[in-house]
């Protein structure tokens, strides 16, 4: 049987979590062409050990493994070189992003586009006030910028046709990659879908750039510059 959705989730310093992801992915994927890789990356605990535990018992996941993190979107990207679907989709491991999302925005998909020029994103709810905020500014800084709607650009998940995949070019190995990837749905020209998704707090762990103030404004420096290289390239 052909492989209709891969789902990529990097994983860093998620052993918590794996079980508890793992059981939701089982209860909500009830058909058989959707596979999940799950993508250590580079994670200094007991990740490895736990995936290599938990994978039998779901035979719909697989591993990739990343010896030495080299960033959020080099994790996905690893994940997503080796998936086989005829979509592919990304979300967090961090069990802030409902695994039942991704059968939404596979439907959402199936349903939109019969060519597949469709990509699907979610648009985050339920968030405490301050981090609502910081995501309205980033999101009008990019709007304005790139003069294009570029709203919660980090939402999850997203999901969009292999041939949309296969016409990147140098995508970033940063958390650059999902302002990558939007820019260049909205430069193809695809069908750009949002749904709402509830975003939660983490039931353990702790996020591993999210720490304050200080990781937020290098988190914006970063993106900004990401962003003058991109508008340079001319993707919009």
Not at 14 to 42: A, F, P, T
Not at 89 to 105: G, V
Not at 143 to 160: E, G, K
């Amino acid at each position: 049987m052909s492989v209709k959705l891969s789902i990529v989730i990097p994983c860093y310093n998620e052993e918590k979590n794996l079980s508890l992801l793992l059981d939701k992915l089982h209860q909500v994927i009830v058909r058989q062409d959707i596979e999940v890789i799950l993508v250590n990356n580079g994670s200094k605990d007991s990740t490895q050990a736990t995936l290599e535990q938990l994978l039998p018992l779901h035979p719909f996941a697989r591993s990739v493994l990343v010896p030495v993190n080299q960033g959020y979107g080099f994790g996905i990207l690893s994940g997503l070189h080796a998936a086989q679907g005829e979509y592919l989709a990304w979300t967090h491991a961090d069990m802030q992003t409902d695994p039942a999302d991704l059968i939404t925005a596979l439907t959402i998909a199936e349903n939109s586009s019969p060519n597949g020029s469709v990509f699907v994103k979610g648009r985050r709810k339920g968030r405490p006030f301050f981090d609502e905020v910081f995501t309205f500014g980033m999101s009008l800084f990019e709007t304005l910028y790139f003069r294009s709607v570029l709203w919660d650009i980090n939402a999850q998940p997203n999901l969009f046709h292999r041939q949309f995949f296969e016409r990147w070019v140098d995508p970033p190995h940063d958390f650059s990659l999902d302002l990558y990837a939007l820019c260049m749905a909205r430069k193809m020209g695809l069908q750009v879908h949002r749904f709402q998704v509830l975003f939660p707090n983490r039931i353990h762990g702790a996020s591993s750039w999210n720490t304050g103030l200080a990781s937020k404004w290098k988190f914006i420096k970063r993106t900004i510059s990401f962003s003058t290289q991109l508008k340079a390239r001319t993707f919009l």
